[in-house]
Every structure is written in C-alpha cells, then in structure tokens.
C-alpha cells in the first residue's frame, strides 16, 4: 500500500503546467536615432504594435560581470549587407538597446514577452555572412544625457579622483589611489 498525498494547485499554475512550451524566441529592438530596428530571432511577432522581422538575429550567451551589469553578443544576418550597412551607416557605440524573450506555444502563438536585457550596443565586428554586435546592460533607473548611457560602473562617484590635491588649513595633501 502506497501513501498518496493530493495536492491542489491555484488554476492559474495549472493553466501554465498544461501549456506545451518550444524552444524561447528572442525580439531585439535596437533604437537608432532616427530610425528603430525590430529583429526576432524565429518567427514574425508583433509586440506592442511593433513587427518584429523574422529569422534576422541570433542572441548569444549573457552573463554578469564584476560591476554588475549582464553583457553578450547579438549576431544579425548580413544578408545582402544589410547588418553591415546597418552598423557602418552610423556608430553603434550607445546605442539603446532591448532585448525581450518569449517561448512559442505547440499549436500556435507565443507567450507574452518579458523584457530580458535593456542596455546599449558597445561594440561590433563585420563579417560576410553576419555580423555581431556586444551589449553591456544598464539599470533601470538609468539617467540618460543625449548619445551616452550611465551604467553601474559609471554611476557617480562623491570620493575625490586620484591626484586631486586638498587643501586643509595650510597644508596641501596630494591624493594617491592605494594600489
């Protein structure tokens, strides 16, 4: 004889538990200045009245480095030289950026996309067939000045910077960063 013990689950789980997941699928939203670029890394979505181009990006791997903030690489199709146009045509440096992840559901449509990483593009590299682009997160409460994006490395800082020299009474201190 076995013991069974029954469990009751709010419908809402239930629901969830029913729903056959496939594979994520990424939509990246790169905003240019003057123009925004919507890219899905599978099927056509559209989100928030925007259309999200199919089949156009790859999203690597993210992690989180020592200041906190998560970085990884998209990587676009360069078909017909559209990336490298693209990242050519302006700087990509500080370029907002955001990335949101969705799952496709067996039988049709998808859930609803959850922001994955907000930051900006921080570097590219070109190649024939595609091209990449690294992303650096910024927090949510980033301040925004026009083309440059605080991070949490670059947040402000009260302490004085090395070399500052103090003056304290008569006497004049040279600040020194301990090594």
């Given at each position: 004889?076995?013991?069974?013990?029954?469990?009751?689950?709010?419908?809402?789980?239930?629901?969830?538990?029913?729903?056959?997941?496939?594979?994520?699928?990424?939509?990246?939203k790169m905003l240019f200045t003057g123009s925004i670029v919507?890219?899905?890394?599978?099927?056509?979505?559209?989100?928030?009245?925007?259309?999200?181009?199919?089949?156009?990006?790859?999203?690597?791997?993210?992690?989180?480095?020592?200041?906190?903030?998560?970085?990884?690489?998209?990587?676009?199709?360069?078909?017909?030289?559209?990336?490298?146009?693209?990242?050519?045509?302006?700087?990509?440096?500080?370029?907002?950026?955001?990335?949101?992840?969705?799952?496709?559901?067996?039988?049709?449509?998808?859930?609803?996309?959850?922001?994955?990483?907000?930051?900006?593009?921080?570097?590219?590299?070109?190649?024939?067939?595609?091209?990449?682009?690294?992303?650096?997160?910024?927090?949510?409460?980033?301040?925004?000045?026009?083309?440059?994006?605080?991070?949490?490395?670059?947040?402000?800082?009260?302490?004085?910077?090395?070399?500052?020299?103090?003056?304290?009474?008569?006497?004049?201190?040279?600040?020194?960063?301990?090594?």
């Amino acid at each position: 004889m076995t013991n069974q013990i029954k469990r009751n689950l709010p419908s809402a789980v239930e629901t969830e538990l029913a729903i056959d997941f496939t594979r994520p699928v990424y939509l990246v939203k790169m905003l240019f200045t003057g123009s925004i670029v919507h890219v899905s890394s599978n099927i056509q979505i559209v989100f928030d009245s925007d259309t999200y181009i199919e089949g156009q990006v790859a999203v690597g791997s993210f992690t989180w480095n020592a200041n906190g903030a998560q970085q990884g690489r998209i990587i676009l199709s360069n078909e017909g030289n559209s990336a490298s146009a693209l990242i050519l045509g302006g700087t990509i440096n500080d370029v907002p950026i955001e990335i949101y992840k969705t799952y496709l559901i067996s039988g049709g449509g998808n859930t609803a996309p959850q922001l994955w990483v907000k930051g900006v593009m921080n570097g590219s590299k070109v190649g024939a067939s595609r091209s990449s682009i690294d992303v650096l997160s910024t927090t949510a409460s980033t301040s925004f000045i026009p083309s440059r994006y605080h991070t949490v490395a670059e947040g402000h800082n009260w302490l004085p910077v090395d070399g500052e020299v103090i003056t304290w009474g008569e006497e004049l201190f040279l600040l020194r960063a301990q090594q």
